[in-house]
Structure formats: structure tokens, C-alpha cells
């Protein structure tokens, strides 16, 4: 817009600055491969060109000069003149690119919430539930539900008449597991990625019907909203153990072309859920909305510690509890920071204490210290379980997620070590939800 404002012998002079540059940056890597009259004919034009800027020459002599000039250069300039738009693209990607790595080296660094293990502070993937077509969003405003809240639908109708079962493995100890099955996705139709896939059985002669969702999505919560009213995965584990007792349950041989291979021993059992459906019925109806993705400040650290309270992103690549067979388990992480060097960590449910008293540094903590809202307070397991302490070494961090009944954290696998500290989140940048904007 200002260089509207510039004049026109102005506009000129600062063009034929850039090409004096360019001459002379031609001059000394290619005057080797030039004949001395091809030399001497790119110096007289570099000189005529010099020689009208000192004198405050006009635009019209300049631009003459300048046409001259770049004659020359089109014979002799090589790989630096003419440039082809190829050259010209890849150059301006590749100086973009640096300009990104730099940035998020040192500076800032894009991060999405894996898991809800911070829930309800950030999110991971999560559902939203509809309990009948009617309550589905319109397919005109799916579009605007994608762009916005990274929604995607999933929905199972039922193929037969009858009552709908949850699938339940046994193995040969009697522990029970909701069965997934690790299946090959793509990711934006192009990456590779893996997936999970759920079924369900439908009708007095059951028939199975599946879902399918993103590895990281907790389906369970799902299932637990939608057949048996819990939100909670201990809750659904109340209620399917409630069933069992109550008889509400069929046995049936284990359909390797649905559940792959099993090991011998396994046992199928299917849970009534106590819905039935009619044969057509839209069984579950829910959207996967994408898990919150958040900018980190990588910077602040190297000027100031961590302090208690804040959120923490961290790489988990020289944590032995998070390795698998020996294997580092190279990720970023986001947790709360509850504790450093020196610091002594205790849980006397539900409150989390440090150093002896209650903790601060967050209003998070006081949340989770009665319970506010979806707070569930601070769960005394593992390494904190109930009359159990901790005292930090040097060089190392305790971190809690704040979903703890359903966080994997320090007091499962242990200290965070200070070289692979990362930065706090700093700003919510999607999804365009009510919790867009600073990080807490």
C-alpha cells in the first residue's frame, strides 16, 4: 500500500540498486567462466549504472541503463539470472521452511492433546452423542462442523429386529475386556495411521455391526453414555459387572472373520445393553471432535523455571517407565506440573499435597481439591498410593494430569527429567470452541 506512495525516480533507484547487486554477485562467481570482453562489457554496465545513481540520474536514463545491463546478464548470468519460476518457487519454500523450523525449535510449537487425560482442562478426542436422527446436525451444516470443530461422524444402524449386545472377552483368568481390533487407516485420506475397531451384535440370533474410530479415541466413554447412561470408564465397569450378576448375558463361539485370532481359552460373552432395536433403527449416532491443539512456548524456559500449576509439555524419549522392551518411547506429553527438586508429593484423597500443605499455583488445584464441576479430585495410586510419599531429586519434575482417575503419569512411570522439558501451553488454537483462546 505505501509503495503507492513512493515516486516514480524513487521506485527506479531502488531497482537499479538491486540489479548493481545482482551484477556485481554474477561478476565474482562467473567471471572465471567469461571471455575478457564479456567482462569488460558486464563491468561497463555496472559502471554506467553507478555512475547515474551517484549523479541522482533520472528514472527514464535509469531504466535505459537498467535494460542495458540486464542484456548482459540474460547471456552471461548463469544459474543467478534468468532465474526460472521453478528456481524462484523452491527457493521461496525452502527459505519458509527454515523460517518454520526455527520458529519451532525455539520459539513456538504447535502440540494436539493426545488423550483426555487433562480432561476437562484441555481436551483430547472426544464424542458428541445424538440420540436420535433428528438430533443430528443437518448435512449442510457438517461441512461448517468439520472446518470448525474437526468433527467426523460415525453411525450404526441396526440390520435386524431385537435387542443389542455388547461383545465382553474373557480369558482364561476371567478378566474381561471390551475387544478392539488395531486395523490400518489413513489419516487426511493420505498418511498412513491405524485405527480401532468395535462391534456390536444386533437380534435374538445376534449379527454383528462395527464402528470404527481413531486409535486415541476413548470408544468406551461412548458406549458407556450411550447403552448403559455412565460416563466414567469405572462406572461402565460397575454397570457390565452389574449385568453379569443380574444373568443379563449370552455366551456364544468366538467368529474368528470378526475378532481375528484368539488364543485358546478366551471366552465371548455378549452383555444386554437394554436397548432394542428395530431392524433399519439408527442404533448409535455420535461425532469424533477433534482433540484441542494448543501452542507451546518453548522460549520462557530457558529464562525462567517451571512453576507448579502451570501446564507442562515434555518428551518422554528418557523416561524408562514409558519404554517398551528396552525401547524408548519417544512422544510429547502434556501434564500439570505438581512438584520439582526438593519438593515432597502426597495425596490424601482428594487433595494433593506439597511440602505438607494443600497445593497452589493453580486454581485447577483447588477445583480438584472439592471436586468443582468435572473435577474428580486427585486419585492416591501407584507411586502416591494412599501413605505413600515423594521427595524429588535434583533434575527432575512430577507431573499429574488433571482427568487423574484416567491419567498415566508420574505416579505410574515415574520422574520427568530436566533436559527433556519442553515449554507450557500457551494459547488454544482449534478447534473454534468455547475453550479457543490462553491455555490454563
Known amino acids: 500500500m505505501f509503495g503507492l506512495l513512493i515516486s516514480e525516480t524513487r521506485r527506479a533507484r531502488k531497482n537499479a540498486a538491486n540489479w548493481l547487486h545482482l551484477a556485481h554477485k554474477v561478476y565474482h562467481y562467473r567471471r572465471d567462466l567469461m571471455t575478457e570482453k564479456d567482462r569488460n562489457q558486464l563491468l561497463s554496465g555496472i559502471e554506467e549504472l553507478r555512475s547515474l545513481l551517484k549523479s541522482k540520474a533520472d528514472a527514464t536514463r535509469l531504466k535505459f541503463a537498467i535494460e542495458g545491463l540486464q542484456k548482459t546478464l540474460g547471456r552471461h548470468g548463469g544459474t543467478f539470472y534468468p532465474k526460472s519460476s521453478l528456481v524462484e518457487n523452491v527457493e521461496f519454500f525452502l527459505v519458509a521452511l527454515i523460517l518454520f523450523l526455527g520458529i519451532r525449535t525455539y520459539f513456538i510449537q504447535p502440540f494436539k492433546i493426545p488423550t483426555n487425560s487433562m480432561w476437562p482442562t484441555y481436551y483430547g478426542m472426544t464424542a458428541e452423542i445424538f440420540e436420535n436422527p433428528a438430533a443430528e446436525p443437518s448435512a449442510l451444516s457438517r461441512p461448517f462442523r468439520f472446518l470448525l470443530l474437526g468433527a467426523t461422524r460415525r453411525t450404526i444402524d441396526a440390520p435386524v429386529d431385537g435387542p443389542v449386545w455388547l461383545p465382553l472377552l474373557l480369558d482364561p483368568a476371567g478378566t474381561p475386556q471390551i475387544p478392539q481390533m488395531r486395523v490400518p487407516a489413513r489419516k487426511w485420506l493420505v498418511f498412513p495411521s491405524v485405527a480401532d475397531h468395535y462391534v456390536f451384535y444386533v437380534g435374538d440370533n445376534p449379527q454383528p455391526v462395527s464402528v470404527t474410530v481413531p486409535a486415541e479415541f476413548e470408544m468406551t466413554s461412548v458406549i458407556g453414555q450411550a447403552f448403559f447412561g455412565v460416563e466414567r470408564p469405572h462406572e461402565l465397569t460397575l454397570a457390565i459387572r452389574e449385568r453379569r450378576n443380574q444373568n443379563r448375558v449370552r455366551e456364544m463361539p468366538i467368529d474368528p472373520e470378526v475378532f481375528g485370532r484368539v488364543r485358546p481359552g478366551w471366552t465371548l460373552l455378549l452383555i444386554d445393553t437394554g436397548t432394542a432395536a428395530t431392524a433399519g433403527e439408527r442404533i448409535l449416532s455420535f461425532d469424533v471432535l477433534t482433540g484441542d491443539q494448543l501452542f507451546v512456548d518453548r522460549m520462557s524456559y530457558h529464562f525462567t523455571p517451571p512453576k507448579v500449576g502451570h501446564g507442562f509439555v515434555f518428551r518422554t524419549r528418557n523416561i524408562p517407565g514409558l519404554a517398551v522392551a528396552n525401547v524408548p518411547d519417544d512422544k510429547y506429553y502434556i501434564k500439570r506440573l505438581v512438584g520439582g527438586p526438593g519438593d515432597e508429593l502426597e495425596i490424601r484423597e482428594p487433595v494433593l499435597y506439597r511440602n505438607g500443605a494443600p497445593i497452589e499455583g493453580s ?78
Open 363 to 440: 486454581p485447577i488445584f483447588e477445583k480438584m481439591a472439592t471436586r468443582e464441576g468435572r473435577f474428580t479430585g486427585y486419585v492416591a495410586t501407584d507411586s502416591l498410593a494412599p501413605g505413600r510419599t515423594v521427595t524429588l531429586p535434583e533434575g527432575s519434575f512430577y507431573v499429574l494430569g488433571d482427568n487423574s482417575p484416567n491419567s498415566l503419569d508420574s505416579r505410574r512411570w515415574g520422574l520427568v527429567p530436566e533436559q527433556d522439558v519442553v515449554g507450557r501451553p500457551l494459547w488454544i488454537y482449534y478447534p473454534f470452541s468455547k475453550r479457543w483462546g490462553p491455555a490454563r
